[in-house]
């Protein structure tokens, strides 16, 4: 049982149901949103700008979604994506609680790494910052791992959707010249 002084989700907390619902709200939108992002907005950008600018664009745009994320997590001071309630599981004492914070603490970097191939900048760095239920801003260490996060983030992204988009051109001309031939 999680320790009822943090107010974490336990079937005893009168926050139970409402906590449920604000993570079942604040996951689902914020996924819906990345989705259409990574492959909405990137793929747009990458078609009509082309690789270069649009990856550049790209990068910039990122950003500037991920920092205004960023400061509106920090303005709401709710834990919406649960990311809050997770770094509080890494203070407890037992073992899971030192795993935790011996791999966020000891290994930022490949911590970053596998974070920044799997989620983006805003993700990482929310929950990559010490503490938890703090919503305090970024420190110089968390700019660091921000921007090194929208870095590798975006390439990851840039890289897989334009290659994506060469895929589906080399498709598509495979199949014209195919039915040219018929």
Do not use: C, H
């Not at 745009?61 to 991920?66: C, P």
């Not at 660091?144 to 334009?162: D, M």
């Amino acid at each position: 049982m999680i320790d009822a002084q943090t107010n974490l989700l336990t079937k005893n907390s009168p926050n139970y149901i409402t906590r449920l619902k604000l993570w079942i709200t604040g996951i689902s939108s914020y996924y819906i949103f990345t989705y259409l992002y990574d492959y909405v907005v990137v793929s747009f950008l990458l078609v009509y700008l082309g690789f270069v600018k649009g990856m550049v664009s790209v990068m910039i745009l990122s950003v500037l979604v991920d920092f205004g994320t960023l400061k509106f997590y920090d303005w709401f001071k709710k834990d919406w994506l649960a990311l809050e309630t997770l770094k509080d599981l890494q203070y407890k004492k037992n073992f899971w609680g030192r795993l935790f914070t011996f791999v966020r603490d000891k290994s930022t970097f490949v911590t970053v790494v596998v974070l920044s191939l799997t989620s983006n900048a805003f993700i990482v760095t929310a929950y990559m910052r010490k503490g938890s239920f703090q919503y305090n801003g970024l420190t110089q260490r968390d700019w660091n791992i921000f921007l090194a996060s929208s870095l590798l983030t975006n390439l990851y992204w840039v890289f897989l959707i334009a290659g994506g988009i060469e895929i589906i051109k080399y498709s598509y001309q495979v199949i014209i010249n195919f039915i040219k031939v018929i």
